[in-house]
C-alpha cells in the first residue's frame, strides 16, 4: 500500500517520501536522490532540519546554564544569615512577561532588565535577613513581598511570604518556618499559573526555592 502523500510543496513531497519509503528502497534510489534537480530541495529540507536540532540543543544548554545558576546561588549562601530564595519561573505561553510592580529587594537594574520570554525558563534570588531571636515571638512576619509579571492584558502576581513560629524543644526551642507561596491571575486575559515550593532547608535560616509555572 502507497502512503506516500502528494502535495503542492515540494519540501513535504520529498519528506512525506522519506517516512513512508523503506531503507533499502531508499538506498537502491540514493543516485536519483541525490540528482541535480533534487538536491537543492534536500539541501534546503536538511538546513531546516539543522536549524530545528540546533535551537533545540540551545534550549539544552540554556537550561544546564540556568540549573548551574541556582547552584552557585545555592553555594553563596552556605554560611549567610540570610534566608535567600531563589525563584524559578517556567513560561508555556507565547506571552513575553516584564516585572510591572514589586515589593522584592531588586535592584533597579534587575527590574528593568528583567525579561521572560516566551517558551522559555529564568530565575531570579532574593535575600531577607533573618532576625528571628529571643523572646521568639509566634508568627513573626519575616518578610512579606510580591512581584507582578505583566505583558499587555496578561498579568500574574506572585505573593512570598515566611512566618516563624517556636515549639518547645528538650534543650531549646524549635523553630518552625511557615511560607506563604501564591500566585494569582489578575489581568483582563486570564492564564493559568502555579506555584510550588521545591526544595526548603530544615534549619536556620530556612532557605528555600520556588518553581513558578505559567501556562
Not at 14 to 35: A, D, E, K, V, W
Amino acid at each position: 500500500m502507497n502512503n506516500i502523500k502528494e502535495t503542492n510543496n515540494k519540501h513535504e513531497d520529498l519528506l512525506s517520501f522519506f517516512n513512508f519509503t523503506s531503507i533499502g528502497t531508499l538506498y537502491n534510489l540514493t543516485p536519483l536522490l541525490f540528482s541535480e534537480e533534487n538536491q537543492q530541495a534536500l539541501d534546503e529540507l536538511i538546513g531546516a532540519a539543522q536549524v530545528e536540532i540546533i535551537s533545540f540543543l540551545e534550549g539544552i544548554e540554556s537550561d544546564n546554564a540556568l540549573n548551574q545558576k541556582i547552584a552557585e546561588w545555592r553555594k553563596q549562601n552556605q554560611r549567610s544569615k540570610n534566608t535567600r530564595v531563589i525563584v524559578k519561573l517556567i513560561n508555556n505561553t507565547p506571552h513575553t512577561f516584564k516585572i510591572a510592580r514589586t515589593s522584592f529587594p531588586l535592584r533597579q537594574s534587575e527590574r528593568e532588565s528583567f525579561l521572560l520570554a516566551p517558551y522559555a525558563k529564568t530565575a531570579f534570588k532574593s535575600d531577607f535577613a533573618y532576625t528571628y531571636g529571643a523572646p521568639w515571638p509566634n508568627n513573626k512576619i519575616m518578610f512579606n513581598q510580591f512581584v507582578d509579571f505583566i505583558d499587555q492584558g496578561v498579568e500574574v502576581r506572585f505573593e512570598l511570604g515566611m512566618i516563624m513560629s517556636k515549639s518547645f524543644g528538650v534543650i531549646s526551642p524549635r523553630h518552625r518556618a511557615t511560607v506563604k507561596n501564591r500566585i494569582d491571575s489578575i489581568g483582563s486575559s486570564k492564564i493559568a499559573c502555579t506555584t510550588k515550593i521545591t526544595n526548603m532547608d530544615e534549619n536556620v535560616p530556612f532557605n528555600f526555592e520556588v518553581e513558578i509555572t505559567l501556562g
